[in-house]
T-cell receptor
């Protein structure tokens, strides 16, 4: 299947700092990517839809100024958690749908963010 | 929006046992996928199955689109099957719509 790569897999940062997470589609071009957040023992909740060359679409309740999304190329979307606080600690995972054929969704490895 | 319900929420199996996981969805879909989330959080694609039946080794899945449900069968379970199984759907065509996830079934296989 298609490959979506996410980096870093784990990051620890201090309160007040910013953290950037990268999501790359390695073998296909993705005009759209999706960012999800997962709390312990919970399901994946969509945060935002990242659109190449235009602004991201955020789900209700997600602060766009805190979670900055940039989709600068057809293979790369980034999520920056700005002025991180301990409550931002979570598992963040990105997804892209392979446009070659049936648009099956593939997911990155996820990023476990811990804010101390 | 579309709703996805999975059952059971938790399941404990003895190694070698078989199991059936269920996914109900509230509206017609063009995409239904089953995933296994391993202990490290990685989502592994199991099946893309908006309709019909597929098999892959010890796993098989069936989706009855007209009745809005899908089943995932695990046969001869192994400890490595432990983890969370998610069903996710969407009703879009173009691939630019996100999947909506159920709450998952947490499976523990005991040796």
């Amino acid at each position: 299947g298609a490959v979506v790569s996410q980096h870093p897999s784990r990051v620890i940062c201090k309160s007040g700092t910013s953290v950037k997470i990268e999501c790359r589609s390695l073998d296909f071009q993705a005009t759209t990517m999706f960012w999800y957040r997962q709390f312990p023992k919970k399901s994946l909740m969509l945060m935002a839809t990242s659109n190449e060359g235009s602004k991201a679409t955020y789900e209700q309740g997600v602060e766009k100024d805190k979670f900055l999304i940039n989709h600068a190329s057809l293979t790369l979307s980034t999520l920056t958690v700005t002025s991180a606080h301990p409550e931002d600690s979570s598992f963040y995972i990105c997804s892209a749908r392979d446009p070659r054929g049936r648009a099956e969704a593939f997911f990155g490895q996820g990023t476990r963010l811990t804010v101390v | 929006g579309i709703q996805v319900e999975q059952s059971p929420p938790d399941l404990i199996l003895q190694e070698g046992a078989n199991s059936t996981l269920r996914c109900n969805f509230s509206d017609s879909v063009n995409n239904l996928q089953w995933f296994h989330q391993n202990p490290w959080g990685q989502l592994i694609n199991l099946f893309y199955i908006p309709s019909g039946t597929k098999q892959n080794g010890r796993l098989s899945a069936t989706t009855v689109a007209t009745e809005r449900y899908s089943l995932l069968y695990i046969s001869s379970s192994q400890t490595t099957d432990s983890g969370v199984y998610f069903c996710a759907v969407d009703s879009g065509y173009a691939g630019n719509t996100p999947l909506v996830f159920g709450k998952g079934t947490r499976l523990s296989v005991i040796a």
